[in-house]
């Protein structure tokens, strides 16, 4: 269930996740266009012309959600929010709690946008999408790429000044979110759609040593780059939201909580806490999609009451300096 994707245009409800070893293999993003400040990629950095399709569920969609509030462009860019459940027919728009139906383009399924733009389009259907209202095509539906595009290109947009790209940060910012993608943002994935124990116990290993070494860095700084919070920090945010709650019973990620490391679990709060972020986050929706959307993981699709977390008392990561 929801794990389909197009076929030269037709949805295809299920599809294969998985190589001969039993491990999850994620499948590249297909649009990868720009825009800039100048306008030289076609697609000019204005205002009220782009449009974000997100879940609230997806920890890669979440990432586009934070830079949007960070940088000041709720106004200038729209949104729409799909469902927490994935259907037979993928992601779809309803009117359902914290869902915003599609007003740009009118689907009721995300995948008609990927038809829209190419009728024989082949491939997976995801989120975030980045849209153009003016060519009526995808932008971009790389989140990575995604976040960057805001974070520096709507300069004389944004309502913040804020900067997650600074030029002295970014190789250690490409360095680090590379760093974290297959261990953690990646290997909680690998480590829940695994279907053979080699290929889990691999994923799960790595997860922990990745998360035991970045306990180790943020007990003497504050964030992933030093103290200044970057790209690289909002890219760990998004899959540190989701660890207990989900990924810790769901996946089978469970040598550790979060919780049980103090300089994550302070880290997590922090982020958390800055002016913007929680009205991004939605455990309702996060725990809706993962527990009823895998009923190959959990085929009874009851989705568990806890547990019982608190991202609001105080952090203590005030004690490094900070470059907010």
């Given at each position: 269930?929801?794990?389909?994707?197009?076929?030269?245009?037709?949805?295809?409800?299920?599809?294969?996740?998985?190589?001969?070893?039993?491990?999850?293999?994620?499948?590249?993003?297909?649009?990868?266009?720009?825009?800039?400040?100048?306008?030289?990629?076609?697609?000019?950095?204005?205002a009220n012309r782009y449009h974000l399709y997100v879940s609230l569920a997806?920890?890669?969609?979440?990432?586009?959600?934070?830079?949007?509030?960070?940088?000041?462009?709720?106004?200038?860019?729209?949104?729409?929010?799909?469902?927490?459940?994935?259907?037979?027919?993928?992601?779809?728009?309803?009117?359902?709690?914290?869902?915003?139906?599609?007003?740009?383009?009118?689907?009721?399924?995300?995948?008609?946008?990927?038809?829209?733009?190419?009728?024989?389009?082949?491939?997976?259907?995801?989120?975030p999408i980045l849209w153009d209202k003016q060519t009526q095509t995808i932008?971009?539906?790389?989140?990575?790429?995604?976040?960057?595009?805001?974070?520096?290109?709507?300069?004389?947009?944004?309502?913040?000044?804020?900067?997650?790209?600074?030029?002295?940060?970014?190789?250690?910012?490409?360095?680090?979110?590379?760093?974290?993608y297959q261990p953690i943002n990646n290997g909680v994935y690998r480590a829940?759609?695994?279907?053979?124990?080699?290929?889990?116990?691999?994923?799960?290993?790595?997860?922990?040593?990745?998360?035991?070494?970045?306990?180790?860095?943020?007990?003497?700084?504050?964030?992933?780059?030093?103290?200044?919070?970057?790209?690289?920090?909002?890219?760990?945010?998004?899959?540190?939201?989701?660890?207990?709650?989900?990924?810790?019973?769901?996946?089978?990620?469970?040598?550790?909580?979060?919780?049980?490391?103090?300089?994550?679990?302070?880290?997590?709060?922090?982020?958390?806490?800055?002016?913007?972020?929680?009205?991004?986050?939605?455990?309702?929706?996060?725990?809706?999609?993962?527990?009823?959307?895998?009923?190959?993981?959990?085929?009874?699709?009851?989705?568990?009451?806890?547990?019982?977390?608190?991202?609001?008392?105080?952090?203590?990561?005030?004690?490094?300096?900070?470059?907010?």
């Amino acid at each position: 269930m929801g794990l389909g994707v197009l076929a030269d245009g037709k949805w295809v409800s299920e599809r294969q996740q998985e190589d001969e070893k039993g491990q999850f293999v994620r499948p590249s993003t297909t649009f990868r266009n720009w825009i800039t400040v100048d306008g030289s990629s076609g697609f000019p950095a204005e205002a009220n012309r782009y449009h974000l399709y997100v879940s609230l569920a997806c920890p890669w969609a979440h990432r586009t959600l934070i830079m949007r509030q960070l940088k000041g462009l709720t106004d200038a860019i729209s949104v729409s929010v799909v469902d927490p459940v994935m259907g037979e027919h993928g992601w779809e728009f309803s009117e359902g709690p914290g869902c915003i139906p599609d007003s740009v383009n009118h689907a009721h399924y995300l995948w008609q946008l990927y038809v829209k733009v190419d009728r024989h389009y082949s491939g997976r259907v995801t989120v975030p999408i980045l849209w153009d209202k003016q060519t009526q095509t995808i932008v971009n539906n790389e989140s990575r790429e995604i976040i960057r595009m805001l974070d520096t290109e709507f300069g004389d947009i944004a309502q913040s000044d804020r900067d997650l790209y600074p030029v002295p940060l970014q190789d250690t910012i490409e360095q680090t979110i590379d760093a974290i993608y297959q261990p953690i943002n990646n290997g909680v994935y690998r480590a829940g759609f695994a279907t053979k124990q080699a290929a889990y116990e691999e994923a799960v290993t790595e997860l922990f040593d990745a998360l035991d070494h970045w306990e180790q860095v943020l007990g003497q700084q504050r964030y992933l780059c030093g103290n200044q919070l970057t790209e690289a920090d909002i890219c760990l945010f998004t899959t540190l939201l989701r660890f207990d709650p989900v990924y810790y019973v769901h996946f089978k990620c469970n040598l550790r909580r979060i919780v049980d490391y103090p300089n994550l679990w302070g880290y997590l709060r922090d982020i958390y806490q800055l002016p913007g972020v929680k009205a991004t986050c939605n455990l309702e929706h996060i725990k809706r999609h993962y527990y009823i959307s895998h009923p190959k993981v959990n085929p009874s699709r009851l989705v568990p009451k806890g547990p019982i977390l608190d991202f609001e008392t105080s952090h203590g990561r005030e004690r490094f300096s900070s470059g907010i």
